[in-house]
């Protein structure tokens, strides 16, 4: 059986990540939440996010690790401060 998860995809500050972990911890809270950022955030799931890779090879890096997953709610924060939110 596929585990359901839910994911975060977080570019920010420490403080930022943390809020919106907290946010997303309450929606569906009976599901694991994988946080994807930079830098690990305290007592989460993480996968890297290997920054200094092209879109594509993060793509496939993303795609094997959610492979045997369903994510049922994902959500995305581009902190403007962040070297990732600077660029979008």
Request: charged share 25%.
């Amino acid at each position: 059986m596929r585990e359901t998860v839910k994911v975060l995809f977080a570019s920010g500050f420490e403080d930022v990540v943390s809020v919106a972990i907290q946010y997303m911890q309450k929606l569906f809270p009976e599901l694991p939440l994988v946080v994807v950022a930079e830098f690990p955030p305290e007592h989460q799931r993480w996968i890297p996010f290997p920054i200094s890779r092209g879109f594509f090879e993060n793509l496939a890096l993303f795609r094997w690790h959610f492979r045997d997953k369903d994510v049922r709610l994902s959500a995305v924060i581009l902190h403007r401060a962040s070297r990732i939110g600077r660029c979008a």
